[in-house]
């Protein structure tokens, strides 16, 4: 996770009214730090809540900022006054309060056009969330973010039902557990092994430019793309989708996903040093 990026989103999120910000009638506040190769685009509530979304050095993100103490990474229900749905996932952020999308271009598309956005867990899940934004009417300034980082403003992708985490998994449920490694192999004589590391472990974000997705047909997946077009062209990405097209899926809890959309990233130092050669927009 990018802490720089994190630290500009929390302190556009909590900047005072006389910020540098710019707001057009019922859009998204926007502002441009060009010494910083930096978009951002924000809603701000009462309480310090907030959601913010953001394209800086070509890394996009959305935070949900000022959520309930305690709340960790979630799979939420998301729905539009529309009517339009979506299963979203969120990962817990570097503080307390901060949630990010691991999905955030679809997320962000999801957000335009203005109205009710709620959240909601689903029922009996161990942390739980329920919560309403009003979004602004425009989104124009939603869009200048997404533009900003090369992201489409449309994706034929997001008619799709995503796969949630009870419905799949990439390893066979039935399949016994991975052998334990022996204690000591490789270590030289004479000397301790390395002790076990202590504390929990820290979350670790998906970076949104490696994003694939793919959809499933037999539990297969098929289709598999980059979704941020310019990932498409970079060094090695023919390959790793050649690796992925045709893996195999298991169905969890006698789900039926066939037909849905399946998002994972495969880091490649290769791909990002690609996208970071591209002249900002």
């Known amino acids: 996770m990018r802490l720089t990026l994190i630290a500009a989103l929390c302190a556009f999120a909590c900047a005072g009214p006389t910020a540098a910000i710019a707001q057009d009638e019922d859009d998204w506040e926007f502002q441009h730090e060009a010494s910083l190769n930096q978009t951002v685009a924000a809603v701000r509530y009462d309480a310090g809540v907030a959601i913010v979304v953001q394209c800086r050095d070509r890394a996009l993100s959305a ?8 709340v960790g990474g979630l799979e939420v229900q998301a729905r539009r006054v529309d009517g339009r749905t979506d299963l979203q996932t969120w990962a ?44 602004p009417t425009q989104s ?30 990439f390893r066979d449920p039935d399949a016994p557990p991975p052998r334990e490694r022996p204690r000591g192999r490789g270590a030289r004589a004479g000397l301790p092994e390395p002790a076990a590391p202590t504390g929990p472990a820290v979350p670790q974000l998906p970076v949104a430019e490696l994003q ?15 979704d941020l077009p310019a990932a498409a062209t970079a060094p090695e990405a023919a390959r790793t989708l050649r690796r992925m097209e045709g893996g195999q899926m298991y169905a969890l ?9 399946v998002f ?16 900002a927009r």
Do not use: H
């Open 63 to 70: 935070a949900l900022i000022g959520m309930p103490a305690g």
């Open 212 to 226: 694939i997705s793919c959809v499933l047909q037999d539990l297969k997946l098929t289709g598999c793309r980059y």
């Open 140 to 169: 124009a300034n939603l869009d200048r973010v997404l533009s900003a980082c090369g992201w489409d403003l449309t994706d034929d992708r997001d008619q799709l039902t995503r796969a949630g985490r009870a419905e799949i998994s």
């Open 253 to 261: 809890n006698g789900a039926t996903p066939d037909g849905k959309v």
């Open 264 to 279: 994972t990233s495969v880091p490649s130092t290769a791909i990002i040093d690609y996208l970071l050669t591209l002249p």
């Open 92 to 135: 817990p952020g570097p503080q307390p309060g901060i949630l990010m999308s691991t999905v955030p271009a679809r997320d962000i598309r999801f957000m335009r056009g203005g109205g009710l956005y709620s959240v909601r867990t689903a029922d009996g899940a161990p942390r739980a969330l329920r919560t309403n934004f009003d979004l």
